[in-house]
Antibody
């Protein structure tokens, strides 16, 4: 069964940075696009970013563009989200999710359990 | 990119059918057949129920079906069961190659 395990969340002050990781196992990581999706406490889902199977294509939500960077290391089966200039409104549970395809078309067919990021002074 | 519009809540009795709508624009649902539906139970990660408008992943009950007309997609749950209670979200790929989720619908089984 596909496994995705996020890590790196925590409490951070506004304006600081944080890097999230998502360790993938039990599937061929290098063959699938990946997504980051977040959910603020008590709120709905918000798509954050996706990356193609080989890292050549990356797309971002307007709310995080120029602050967040998605990347992947296929040799380590790991997805990353570098988050800079964090704001209070970035507080959320961050999920990584696997797409069904090599490019981000469908969204997540498998999801991790999420890692919580809290931005607060 | 604005969120897709869903009703806040939908309810039905066991055995009934309910339909959840998801309204977008010509820049997302109206252009692409990459519409997905997710079920989320409290404290759990979302689960993919429908992808590419009407396809079901392996293991998802055939009581769940999807369709699309113009800028609006729909999810129908037939033979409603207690375990179907939860939040449901639609999503679509957009003309900017991003994705957008719906506002979410709380399904209650009476």
């Amino acid at each position: 069964q596909v496994q995705l395990v996020e890590s790196g969340g925590g409490v951070v002050q506004p304006g600081r940075s944080l890097r999230l990781s998502c360790a993938a196992s039990r599937f061929t990581f290098s063959s699938f696009a990946m997504h980051w999706v977040r959910q603020a406490p008590g709120k709905g889902l918000e798509w954050v970013a996706d990356i193609s199977f080989d890292g050549s294509n990356k797309y971002y939500a307007d709310s995080v563009k120029d602050r967040f960077t998605i990347s992947r290391d296929n040799s380590k089966n790991t997805l990353y989200l570098q988050m800079n200039s964090l704001r209070a409104e970035d507080t959320a549970l961050y999920y990584c999710a696997r797409d069904r395809y090599t490019y981000g078309l469908v969204g997540g067919d498998y999801w991790g359990q999420g890692t919580l990021v809290t931005v607060s002074s | 990119q604005s969120a897709l519009t869903q009703p806040a809540s939908v309810s039905g009795s066991p055995g009934q059918s309910i339909t959840i709508s998801c309204t977008g624009t010509s820049s997302d649902i109206g252009t692409f057949n990459y519409v997905s539906w997710y079920q989320q139970h409290p404290g759990k990660a979302p689960k993919l129920m429908i992808y590419e408008v009407s396809d079901r992943p392996s293991g998802v009950s055939n009581r769940f079906s999807g369709s699309k007309s113009g800028n609006t997609a729909s999810l129908t749950i037939s033979g409603l069961q207690a375990e179907d209670e939860g939040d449901y979200y639609c999503s679509s790929k957009t003309s900017s190659f991003t994705h957008v989720f719906g506002t979410g619908t709380k399904v209650t089984v009476l």
